[in-house]
């Protein structure tokens, strides 16, 4: 078991972030209709980067980047991150027009272009969107990053996923969660997440989440550790319907102190 231990000052790093982003948006003629539909693909992206000449700490930044291109994308990795952002937004639009064409939904391209849509159009407009984005917790010595998707080509709601991680900026490891909890707290672990989420929507007892559509509610293995709290992410339809949208349930260290394998 790894002990997380955090004293009062910070542990400063020559690390920083950095971010990327690149949109795309087009207006395509639906197929008999005289109606355009807005089309966006959109990335942003947050690096590490170091300025440092430490080996060690070049690793940990090395080993961060990654993980973040590989959940998004593995065969651009060796690329900068402005191509990359570049290469995954077209990449984007382009599979977004062939499923519409598939669909037979969208005529060919129109001249008609926009760049930008208000809210009021967004009923109109399909989109594809990826998200990755990091900051710092515990003193600066965990990284934790947030890495999320969204697509929409029609129907109820856009297809969403959602995903958080923690790192060590120590060593570029990421804290998973029999790190943070033993086996044998995990019981009283779930108890107490279960609690906060009753008293999150104001529920009287067990019984009301699962009348509510909160059914098979667990340890969520995605799990930040920021400066002044825990927090236990699920996303959408995970633990409970869409409409609930993600979840976030939060705990201050002091909360947890007991059961938790952290010093803070």
Known sequence: MLLLFVVGCKKK???????YSYSDSLSYKERNSSTHIGLISE??????????????????????????????????KDESPDSIV????KENMSELL?????KDLI???????????DETELSDTLYNRIYADCHYGL????MCLRISSSVYTGGAHPGKTTYCHSFSLNDGSMIRQNTIVSRQDKP???????????????????SELETNGYREIYVSPYILLEDDSITFFYESYSIAPFCEGDIEIKFSYKELEDITLINK
Do not use: C, P, W
Request: net charge negative; no cysteine; charged share 30%.
């Open 86 to 89: 570049y290469h995954i937004a």
């Open 188 to 206: 009283e672990l779930l108890k107490r997440i279960k609690k906060r989420l009753m008293e999150m929507k104001h529920f009287n007892d067990e």
């Open 13 to 19: 790093h020559d690390i920083e972030l950095r971010s």
């Open 107 to 117: 005529e060919n391209e129109d001249s008609t272009s926009s760049a930008i849509y």
């Open 98 to 102: 062939s499923n519409l064409r598939e």
């Open 43 to 76: 990335i942003r992206l947050s690096q590490l980067h170091t300025t440092s000449d430490k080996q060690s700490e070049q690793r940990v930044v090395k080993y961060i980047n990654n993980f973040i291109i590989n959940e998004i994308n593995s065969s651009y």
């Open 139 to 142: 003193g600066d010595t965990i």
